[in-house]
């Protein structure tokens, strides 16, 4: 079953506008990890965010991660057309070995 | 380019037939994954390996599922008598340390069509 939940399912914007897209989950975590994926390709690894970190930024990334409230936001700043894709977040719960992962968010950035 | 590599890309193949997917792990990791995407959907986590030990495996993987690491290089996942409900993208991914605290390494991904 998921673990994370994003929110929200879709998303379109105009390029330039900055892109906030959250997730939930359910079970204490060692850490969360943010992926893209594009249409019908692999999934790449965007940042890592650990369980003991608040926030974490990566060029025009931006990570929250809120351990009380098991939520995290991921952000992207200035958006381009490029930007284009899904985006999944990814936990890695305590005592289990493997990501689990949400439904995404699919965003739309228009030129 | 040493990235995690997956082979076919595409099969189409009928109801009933066996298929076979090879997954290339970047070579000096240790942990293999393998999960299962459908359309609009996030990855489905399907077994993983540690070296070549399988150390889990979803309920998802029903007995017609079998996947091998016999070396803990490469891997493959066999899907016996297929169904149209196998049809999906098929993903691999590796990692290089013994806790998931590193990213993991995504193919490109196998696209099974069951006709």
């Known amino acids: 079953s998921q673990q994370g939940e994003e929110d929200p399912q879709a998303l379109s914007i105009q390029e330039g506008e900055n892109a906030t897209m959250n997730c939930s989950y359910k079970?204490?975590?060692?850490?969360l990890q943010w992926y893209r994926q594009n249409s019908g390709r692999g999934l790449v690894h965007l940042i890592l965010i650990r369980s003991n970190e608040r926030e974490k930024h990566s060029g025009r990334l931006r990570v929250t991660l809120d351990t009380s409230k098991k939520s995290s936001s991921l952000l992207i700043t200035a958006s381009r057309a490029a930007d284009t894709a899904s985006y999944f977040c990814a936990t890695d719960a305590e005592g289990a070995q493997k990501l689990v992962f949400g439904q995404g968010t699919r965003l739309t950035i228009n030129p | 380019d040493t990235g995690v590599s997956q082979n076919p890309r595409h099969k189409i193949t009928k109801r009933g037939q066996n298929v076979t997917f090879r997954c290339d792990p970047i070579?000096?990791?240790?942990?293999l994954y393998w999960y299962r995407q459908t359309l609009g959907q996030g990855p489905e986590f399907l077994t993983y390996?540690?070296?070549?030990?399988?150390?889990?495996k979803s309920r998802l993987l029903s007995d017609r599922f079998s996947a091998e690491r016999p070396k803990g290089s490469f891997s493959t996942l066999e899907i016996q008598r297929t169904e149209q409900g196998d049809s999906a993208m098929y993903l691999c991914?590796?990692?290089?340390?013994?806790?998931?605290?590193?990213?993991?390494?995504f193919g490109q991904g196998t696209r099974l069509t069951v006709v």
């Open positions: 991914a590796s990692s290089k340390t013994q806790r998931l605290n590193t990213e993991a390494f």
């Open positions: 070579s000096e990791h240790n942990r």
């Open positions: 390996f540690q070296n070549e030990a399988q150390l889990e």
């Open positions: 079970t204490s975590i060692n850490n």
